[in-house]
C-alpha cells in the first residue's frame, strides 16, 4: 500500500515557477515508478510527467517539455514536479501517482494509487 500527499500548489503569475512535491509512504516507493496528471476544469486528465523506480528515465507530455522536470529522491520517498514558464493554460489540480511496477507509463490507468491533489492557478 501506498499513500500519497501532494504539496507546493499555489497561485502564480504567467512565466513564474512552483515546485510540487509528492510525499510518499510505504515501504515500496524506491520499485514503484511515479507519475504526474493533471485535471482542469471540465476536462479530462491529462498526463503530465513521469519517472521511472531509479529516476534515470523520464517522459513528458508535449505540452510541458522543456519547462517541466520531474525527479526523484528516493532516501526521502518524495517524488517532485519543478515547473518554469507557466502559463494560463497550466491551471489544474495536479496529482501524483504511483505505478505497482519500476517502468514509467503516460496513462492514467496504468497507475495504481493517488494523491488527493494541490490546486496550482496561474493568473496572465
Same mark, same amino acid.
Given at each position: 500500500?501506498? !499513500?500519497?500527499?501532494?504539496?507546493? =500548489?499555489g497561485l502564480?503569475?504567467?512565466?513564474? #515557477?512552483?515546485?510540487? /512535491? *509528492?510525499?510518499?509512504?510505504?515501504?515500496?516507493?524506491?520499485?514503484?515508478?511515479?507519475?504526474?496528471?493533471? !485535471?482542469?476544469?471540465?476536462?479530462?486528465?491529462?498526463?503530465?510527467? %513521469?519517472? @521511472?523506480?531509479? =529516476? /534515470?528515465?523520464? #517522459? &513528458?507530455? +508535449? /505540452?510541458?517539455k522543456? $519547462?517541466?522536470?520531474? /525527479?526523484? +529522491? @528516493?532516501?526521502?520517498? %518524495?517524488?517532485?514536479? !519543478?515547473?518554469? #514558464?507557466?502559463?494560463?493554460?497550466?491551471?489544474?489540480?495536479?496529482? *501524483?501517482?504511483? $505505478?505497482s511496477?519500476?517502468?514509467?507509463?503516460? $496513462? !492514467?490507468?496504468? &497507475?495504481? &494509487?493517488? =494523491?488527493?491533489? %494541490?490546486?496550482?492557478?496561474?493568473?496572465?
Open positions: 500500500q501506498v !499513500q500519497l500527499v501532494e504539496s507546493g =500548489g502564480v503569475q504567467a512565466g513564474g #515557477s512552483l515546485r510540487l /512535491s *509528492c510525499a510518499a509512504s510505504g515501504r515500496t516507493f524506491s520499485s514503484a515508478a511515479m507519475g504526474w496528471f493533471r !485535471q482542469a476544469p471540465g476536462k479530462e486528465h491529462e498526463f503530465v510527467a %513521469t519517472i @521511472n523506480w531509479s =529516476g /534515470s528515465i523520464t #517522459s &513528458y507530455a +508535449d /505540452s510541458v522543456g $519547462r517541466f522536470t520531474i /525527479s526523484r +529522491d @528516493n532516501a526521502k520517498n %518524495t517524488v517532485y514536479l !519543478q515547473m518554469n #514558464s507557466l502559463k494560463p493554460e497550466d491551471t489544474a489540480v495536479y496529482f *501524483c501517482a504511483a $505505478r511496477v519500476g517502468t514509467g507509463h503516460i $496513462r !492514467q490507468t496504468a &497507475y495504481h &494509487y493517488w =494523491g488527493q491533489g %494541490t490546486q496550482v492557478t496561474v493568473s496572465s
